[in-house]
T-cell receptor, first 109, second 115 residues
Framework: RKEVEQDPGPFNVPEGATVAFNCTYS??????FFWYRQDCRKEPKLLMS???SGNEDGRFTAQLNRASQYISLLIRDSKLSDSATYLC??????????FGKGTRLSVIA | GAVVSQHPSWVICKSGTSVKIECRSL??????MFWYRQFPKQSLMLMAT?????????EQGVEKDKFLINHASLTLSTLTVTSAHPEDSSFYIC???????????FGPGTRLLVL
């Protein structure tokens, strides 16, 4: 069973649009949650941690629903530079991060 | 944020040769380092976890004699792909965890092409 499940996309959206990604995780014991972004042929980079109360960083908002084992990422006012693959991670304790295939976003001019 | 470097960034080698990839944490001490591999259009797959001063723990299906990992200090881990073959061509990425913290920082990756 996969640790996380995401819609692989691609999501093709125009500049300025709002786009939301969803992610479900299988391990109910997961304690820490993250969104990473990975650009083509690059390493993943931490976008933001996800907290129980939800958190916002500029145009990005992350939400966590423990009861449904569900994480979301909302991107407002999409920029061309937001085009990337977005990876959600649900981690328990000090185990290594495990990634799925992520969701591919293309922001179109 | 913390910085992790990898060297080389890319390498092309002949089949049968061995390739060593270095991973360094530049501004923090990493008691644990992780090695991942990513094939085109696939997810990052964890290969092994290495703890400073002890033997690495390999994921199922990863041959420990083929992928030699050494983590001799708190800032350096190396991955040696022994007797590389074309099917080993991939993007190898290391990651390091700061002592006592959850966040993993990733190196820029090493692209390996075996001819």
């Amino acid at each position: 069973r996969k640790e996380v499940e995401q819609d692989p996309g691609p999501f093709n959206v125009p500049e300025g649009a709002t786009v939301a990604f969803n992610c479900t995780y299988s391990n109910s014991a997961s304690q820490s949650f993250f969104w990473y972004r990975q650009d083509c042929r690059k390493e993943p980079k931490l976008l933001m941690s996800v907290y129980s109360s939800g958190n916002e960083d500029g145009r990005f908002t992350a939400q966590l629903n423990r009861a449904s084992q569900y994480i979301s990422l909302l991107i407002r006012d999409s920029k061309l530079s937001d085009s990337a693959t977005y990876l959600c991670v649900a981690n328990s304790g000090n185990t290594p991060l495990v990634f799925g295939k992520g969701t591919r976003l293309s922001v179109i001019a | 944020g913390a910085v992790v470097s990898q060297h080389p960034s890319w390498v092309i080698c002949k089949s049968g040769t061995s390739v060593k990839i270095e991973c360094r944490s530049l501004d923090f001490q990493a008691t644990t380092m992780f090695w991942y591999r990513q094939f085109p259009k696939q997810s990052l797959m964890l290969m092994a976890t290495s703890n400073e001063g002890s033997k690495a723990t390999y994921e199922q299906g990863v041959e420990k004699d083929k992928f030699l990992i050494n983590h001799a200090s708190l800032t350096l881990s190396t991955l040696t792909v022994t007797s590389a073959h074309p099917e080993d061509s991939s993007f190898y990425i290391c990651s390091a965890r700061d002592l006592g913290k959850e966040t993993q920082y990733f190196g820029p990756g090493t692209r390996l092409l075996v001819l």
